[in-house]
Nanobody, 126 residues
Framework: QVQLVESGGGLVQAGGSLRLSCAFS????????MGWFRQAPGKEREFVAA????????NYADSVKGRFTISRDNAKNTVYLQMNSLKPEDTALYYCAADYTALSYTVISPNSYDYWGQGTQVTVSS
């Protein structure tokens, strides 16, 4: 079965940057589109960004567009989320997820993803 392990979370001041990584194992990485989601206490899990199987297409939530960049290295079985110009409202537990079916119109839905990591905490101070 697929295993996803996130890393790179931490505490950062507003305006700062963090780079999250997610290591994939157990199946063929390039067969899965990859997404990042986040969940703050008391709120529902929300879409952040997604990247296609080849890395050739990306999608972003409006709230992070222009600040965050998702990318993948299929040779390293790793997906990344570069987060710049961080805001306190970015504070959340960040999850990576893998989607085998990878339809364009379902990429923003958590229910379309087959596997999830354990999450990594990002805290942005004001």
């Amino acid at each position: 079965q697929v295993q996803l392990v996130e890393s790179g979370g931490g505490l950062v001041q507003a305006g700062g940057s963090l780079r999250l990584s997610c290591a994939f194992s157990g199946r063929t990485f390039s067969n899965y589109a990859m997404g990042w989601f986040r969940q703050a206490p008391g709120k529902e899990r929300e879409f952040v960004a997604a990247v296609s199987k080849s890395g050739g297409a990306t999608n972003y939530a409006d709230s992070v567009k222009g600040r965050f960049t998702i990318s993948r290295d299929n040779a390293k079985n790793t997906v990344y989320l570069q987060m710049n110009s961080l805001k306190p409202e970015d504070t959340a537990l960040y999850y990576c997820a893998a989607d085998y079916t990878a339809l364009s119109y379902t990429v923003i839905s958590p229910n379309s993803y087959d596997y999830w990591g354990q999450g990594t905490q990002v805290t942005v101070s004001s």
